[in-house]
């Protein structure tokens, strides 16, 4: 490689992190190409000589950003047998993961709604997400009523706004929002199991899974 072609492939580069920054910290709908070529120290025309436009500086952006931030291993989650363990295993993860790219993510989920390009740039990961959820209903009741009940608890379960209640403003740590939605996908799969209800510690029906303890419905209950 000669010294031109490394000094402009160092200038791509460049542009491609100013933009990811950029990206991070104020969101791609609110960073035209001009706020671009002044974080990376370059002329405007400099930026569209490396890139046609916003749609395709948008998608260098992400290839580099995704390099560095792999979501999980949908296929080692797969790995996992127990569906239990599965959903609590994939969900730490995918917790720890959305806590190391919440700026990125917020941003981006922002601008969804207002962008095309941002929109079509996500696609990827509205896939994966619908991905994660077929792995993570792998030996679960897929039929009926049960079925279309558990895909909602599932969805939910993985769903950056979720995590982001639960461990932003509820202030749980990963381990514990893990735990919780672990226990609302139980729920659900104990309900479809026993498609009954049980007195709850006042002594009235509830409408609690069998598998749950009175007791704990009562302390549940208490603590709220």
């Known amino acids: 490689m000669t010294r031109r072609a490394e000094s402009e492939q160092a200038t791509r580069r460049h542009i491609t992190e100013s933009a990811v920054h950029l990206h991070e910290t104020v969101g791609p709908a609110r960073t035209p190409i001009s706020a671009v070529a002044e974080h990376a120290g370059v002329r405007r025309s400099t930026v569209y000589r490396h890139f046609a436009d916003e749609a395709a500086l948008?998608?260098?952006?992400?290839?580099?950003?995704?390099?560095l931030n792999p979501?999980?291993?949908?296929?080692?989650w797969a790995e996992i047998e127990d569906p239990e363990e599965r959903?609590?295993?994939?969900?730490?993860?995918?917790?720890?993961?959305?806590g190391r790219t919440r700026g990125m993510l917020e941003n981006l989920f922002r601008d969804e709604a207002i962008s095309t390009t941002v929109a079509k740039t996500?696609?990827?990961y509205r896939?994966?997400?619908?991905?994660?959820?077929?792995v993570l209903m792998a030996g679960r009741r897929s039929r009926g009523?049960?079925?279309?009940?558990?895909?909602?608890?599932?969805?939910?379960?993985?769903?950056?706004a979720t995590w982001r209640s639960?461990?932003?403003?509820?202030?749980?740590?990963?381990?514990?929002?893990a735990d919780l939605m672990c226990r609302l996908v139980g729920a659900v799969a104990a309900r479809g199991h026993s498609g009954r209800a049980v007195a709850s510690g006042d002594?009235?029906?509830?409408?609690?899974?069998?598998?749950?303890?009175?007791?704990?419905?009562?302390?549940?209950?208490?603590?709220?």
């Open 58 to 67: 948008m998608a260098a952006c992400s290839a580099h950003w995704s390099a």
């Open 71 to 76: 979501p999980p291993d949908l296929e080692r």
């Open 87 to 98: 959903l609590r295993s994939g969900l730490e993860e995918l917790y720890a993961y959305y």
């Open 122 to 124: 996500f696609r990827p």
């Open 127 to 134: 896939a994966y997400t619908a991905a994660a959820c077929e």
């Open 145 to 160: 009523r049960t079925g279309k009940r558990l895909r909602a608890a599932l969805g939910h379960a993985v769903a950056f």
């Open 166 to 177: 639960l461990a932003v403003e509820q202030e749980l740590d990963d381990a514990e929002a």
């Open 203 to 224: 002594g009235r029906r509830g409408r609690y899974p069998a598998a749950l303890p009175a007791s704990d419905t009562a302390g549940s209950s208490a603590g709220s």
